[in-house]
């Protein structure tokens, strides 16, 4: 079955700097790769996701990029804020009733 | 839209007494999903559904864990009996299977402790 790794597990940064978190997947069937933002306490939420027959989707300050050849795929987060300060998952699919495999969470704190 | 709804928020339960989580999808959603969320073990998809059918279970952790969905607005996850380990974050989700957008929606969750 889908496997999917994320890294880092960790990540600080200082606000206005950019945050990148990066995401490997394992079933070359995989086609729809969406990212969630879980605030403490809260329940995630879908922030951005991307198709296989796409390289790159873009919504403000958040942007994914997907490589198919090298099945790994990216979250990037311009312009950092506090309130960008969350863990976030990534996911893969690959059967038609969107079973979703998530990653294993990126803790990212942003600092004022 | 109210969004997933599930129930309760909270609980806590002694060792060996039944536990039942609910929750009601969004009204149109024809796949319905339970997540078990740990710190040491992520986000586990537990069990799914769809148009109220199990079509894979394999993530449900043991005999004493079961979940039925006997109709679209309406599912329930029990365990029975329930341990200390079984304490977590049960979320529901549920998305529209077929429609371009893929994406879930969860509901609040629930916290369980089991002392």
């Known amino acids: 079955g889908e496997n999917v790794e994320q890294h880092p597990s960790t990540l600080s940064v200082q606000e206005g700097d950019s945050a990148v978190i990066k995401c490997t997947y394992s079933?070359?069937?995989?086609?729809?790769f969406p990212w969630y933002k879980q605030e403490l306490g809260k329940r995630p939420q879908l922030i951005i996701d991307?198709?296989?027959?796409?390289g790159e989707k873009k919504d403000q300050r958040i942007a994914v990029t997907l490589n198919k050849t090298a099945k790994h795929f990216s979250l990037h987060i311009t312009e950092t804020q506090p309130e960008d300060s969350a863990v976030y998952f990534c996911?893969?699919?690959?059967?038609?009733?969107?079973?979703?495999?998530f990653g294993t969470g990126t803790r990212l704190l942003v600092s004022p | 839209d109210a969004g997933v709804i599930q129930s309760p928020r909270h609980e806590v339960t002694e060792m060996g007494q039944e536990v039942t989580l609910r929750c009601k999808p969004i009204?149109?959603?024809?796949?319905l999903f339970w997540y078990r969320q740990t710190m040491m073990r992520g986000l586990e998809l537990l069990i799914y559904?769809?148009?109220?059918?199990?079509?894979?279970d394999s993530g449900m952790p043991e005999d004493r864990f079961s979940a039925k969905m006997p109709n679209a607005s309406f599912s329930t996850l029990k365990i029975q009996p329930s341990e200390p380990r079984d304490s977590a974050v049960y979320f529901c989700?549920?998305?529209?299977?077929?429609?371009?957008?893929?994406?879930?929606?969860f509901g609040s969750g629930t916290r369980l402790t089991v002392v």
């Open positions: 989700a549920s998305s529209f299977a077929g429609k371009g957008d893929y994406g879930y929606t």
């Open positions: 079933d070359s069937a995989s086609n729809y």
């Open positions: 991307i198709r296989s027959n796409v």
């Open positions: 996911a893969a699919s690959s059967t038609g009733f969107q079973k979703l495999v």
């Open positions: 009204s149109g959603h024809n796949s």
């Open positions: 559904f769809n148009n109220n059918v199990p079509i894979d």
